[in-house]
């Protein structure tokens, strides 16, 4: 079964600074490796896809990579705004589309 | 990207009813899938609702607690029976869209009181 683990659990940063987020999974068979979004009372929103064949893949001030053989995903976040603070997870999934999510980075962006 | 719709967004239980959430993609998908976020928690996936057979559940999920429908390419329901305050969550309904990106309805947070 994967195992997906975010670290940190919350993070705060002031405006501009560019954030990290990391991801790891134990098992690198993984198929696709997907980042969301989660606001405060919603749902989720998808903002990245890495399928197993790619290193990366990027979106505006968004920056995805995944390395399988170390089971690690970072999602980089160019130029922190306040607009950026929710929470962001990290799911793994299998050939069949079920996904395994880490707990969660919840950032804060100071203004 | 894949439009995803649930119903009802919100409710408030009372303990030992049960709700039906329904959940409406806005074309045919073969996949279906029902997560539960509890509160604090990240996403747990309960079953795999299969058009045309029983749905696939996951460990520690049940029919009898948690029967799913899946009448069509494009719908499916999942009752959370018997409710207690456990059950207070937000379900959510996902479904492989473009490119396999996965996408989710914004949810449907259940309260029981």
């Known amino acids: 079964k994967q195992e997906v683990t975010q670290i940190p659990a919350a993070l705060s940063v002031p405006e501009g600074e560019n954030l990290v987020l990391n991801c790891s999974f134990t098992?690198?068979?993984?198929?696709?490796l997907q980042w969301f979004r989660q606001d405060p009372g919603k749902g989720l929103t998808s903002l990245l896809l890495?399928?197993?064949?790619?290193r990366e893949q990027t979106s505006g001030r968004l920056n995805a990579s995944l390395d399988k053989s170390s089971g690690r995903s970072t999602l980089y976040i160019a130029a922190s705004q306040p607009g950026d603070s929710a929470t962001y997870l990290c799911?793994?999934?299998?050939?069949?589309?079920?996904?395994?999510f880490g707990a969660g980075t919840t950032v804060t962006v100071r203004a | 990207s894949a439009v995803i719709s649930q119903k009802p967004s919100r409710d408030i239980c009372q303990r030992g009813t049960s709700l039906t959430i329904q959940c409406q993609v806005d074309?045919?998908?073969?996949?279906m899938f029902w997560y539960r976020q509890q509160p604090g928690q990240s996403l747990t996936l309960i079953a795999t609702?299969?058009?045309?057979?029983?749905?696939?559940?996951e460990s520690g999920f049940v029919i009898d607690k948690f029967p799913i429908s899946r009448p069509n390419l494009t719908f499916s329901t999942l009752t959370v029976s018997n409710m207690s305050p456990e059950d207070s969550s937000i379900y959510l309904c996902?479904?492989?869209?473009?490119?396999?990106?996965?996408?989710f309805g914004e949810g449907s947070w259940l309260t029981v009181v």
């Open positions: 799911a793994g999934s299998t050939n069949d589309y079920k996904l395994s």
């Open positions: 098992d690198s068979a993984i198929y696709n």
């Open positions: 890495i399928q197993s064949s790619q």
């Open positions: 074309s045919q998908v073969t996949m």
């Open positions: 609702a299969n058009q045309g057979s029983e749905a696939t559940y």
């Open positions: 996902s479904s492989p869209g473009p490119g396999n990106t996965i996408y």
